[in-house]
T-cell receptor, first 118, second 114 residues
């Protein structure tokens, strides 16, 4: 029930196209959904995140769409560029906004390796 | 831009040996984490640390693992007796808020157990 399932595992997109990566979860207690970008040899870097009280969040070319009833969320990369080629991970966390001192773990999806062709 | 730094970048150790992985979190962050990523697999949570104690740990984080913040700046992960299956990339992360929100990850330490 803690799993976050991510698809596709790999994605090839032409420059200028839209990259779409999907994630699904089971645990309705998740209340924070970030996306991380990871380049080879580097650690994951936070890209954009959403809370379940909004259905969409946009930052530049990156948009998260969130469907609470379907327990799904997706990352859209508009006007994809070769520099976007990386591995993308969705993640989820529980109880982030509760008022206590415990740190909460991020549960990551399996990752999507994106290649944007010039 | 402040960043999480990890040392060493690569560590090779013999099975059964102890290793200590070191991290310097971002200075005003209060929550600290260790994650690992076995080659080609997803990132997995190991442990979170707040106010000088473990706040949450996964089933991976067994008695062979321990964490410490010895001097107020470093945050270490110790593996007492390494196994072959401990070979992975280990990431330290820190955040100002709970729940890994806006967690910043280090570049990782690649641990190879031979």
């Amino acid at each position: 029930q803690q799993q976050v399932k991510q698809s596709p595992q790999s994605l090839i997109v032409q420059k200028g196209g839209i990259s779409i990566i999907n994630c699904a979860y089971e645990n309705t207690a998740f209340d924070y959904f970030p996306w991380y970008q990871q380049f080879p040899g580097k650690g994951p870097a936070l890209l954009i995140a959403i809370r379940p009280d909004v259905s969409e969040k946009k930052e530049g070319r990156f948009t998260i769409s969130f469907n609470k009833s379907a327990k799904q969320f997706s990352l859209h990369i508009m006007d994809s560029q070769p520099g976007d080629s990386a591995t993308y991970f969705c993640a989820a966390s529980i109880g982030v906004w509760r008022n206590n001192n415990a740190g909460n773990m991020l549960t990551f999806g399996g990752g999507t390796r994106l290649m944007v062709k010039p | 831009e402040p960043e999480v730094t990890q040392t060493p970048s690569h560590q090779v150790t013999q099975m059964g040996q102890e290793v200590i992985l070191r991290c310097v979190p971002i200075s005003n962050h209060l929550y600290f984490y260790w994650y690992r990523q076995i080659l080609g697999q997803k990132v997995e949570f190991l442990v979170s640390f707040y106010n000088n104690e473990i706040s949450e740990k996964s089933e991976i984080f067994d008695d062979q693992f321990s964490v410490e913040r010895p001097d107020g700046s470093n945050f270490t992960l110790k593996i007492r007796s390494t196994k072959l299956e401990d070979s992975a990339m280990y990431f330290c992360a820190s955040s100002t808020h709970r729940g890994g929100t806006e967690a910043f990850f280090g570049q990782g330490t690649r641990l190879t157990v031979v």
